[in-house]
């Protein structure tokens, strides 16, 4: 009897995650379709290659290796034309479930609202939620992996040119850089 409530709770539990991650994906996917909205997915797939790759730095070598190669997915949705970016941008607020991410940081910089959220297991990152809206835009990041180091992928992406991740610039204060 115990092993059979046991199971009922840790596929609860799991049901409940996942639901989570669905909420936002579908939120992307109802937007994916509408030509006016900026779209990038990212698979896993695509990270686990990169990280595959041999840098002549042996310091982004090993970024790369630690970082990249834990993410699963990477998905930006943005639009800066003809949008009610504040109501977008709580409702997109609306799909996370307080119990699963703790805001890791919010701020309000002209007319734009912008939140950070993270979902963590042992000290390790699993899913990065940013949002952002203002009057006329409205930005939207998500990634998801297993143990995500964000410093590295900040440090990555710049060292890459990368955009997208120009939001986590706080990351550099906060490493004394």
Do not use: C
Not at 58 to 71: A, C, F
Not at 118 to 144: Q, R
């Amino acid at each position: 009897m115990k092993k059979l409530v046991l199971t009922m709770v840790l596929g609860l539990f799991a049901m409940s995650a996942s639901a989570q991650s669905d909420a936002i994906s579908k939120y992307f996917d109802k937007y994916l379709d509408d030509q006016s909205f900026m779209h990038l997915n990212f698979s896993g797939k695509m990270f686990q290659m990169i990280a595959q790759l041999e840098f002549d730095d042996p310091d982004e070598q090993k970024m790369v290796e630690e970082s990249l190669g834990k993410i699963k997915r990477v998905q930006v949705l943005g639009k800066d034309k003809d949008v009610d970016g504040r109501k977008m941008y709580k409702e997109a607020l609306g799909l996370i479930d307080g119990k699963d991410f703790e805001e890791l940081m919010s701020l309000r910089e002209d007319d734009k609202d912008i939140k950070f959220l993270i979902k963590e297991k042992n000290n390790k990152i699993d899913e990065l939620f940013m949002v952002m809206g203002g009057e006329n835009e409205f930005g939207l990041l998500s990634i998801v992996g297993d143990g995500i180091d964000l410093n590295a992928i900040y440090k990555l992406s710049k060292s890459i040119g990368m955009e997208g991740f120009e939001e986590l610039e706080f990351l550099d204060k906060m490493d004394g850089n």
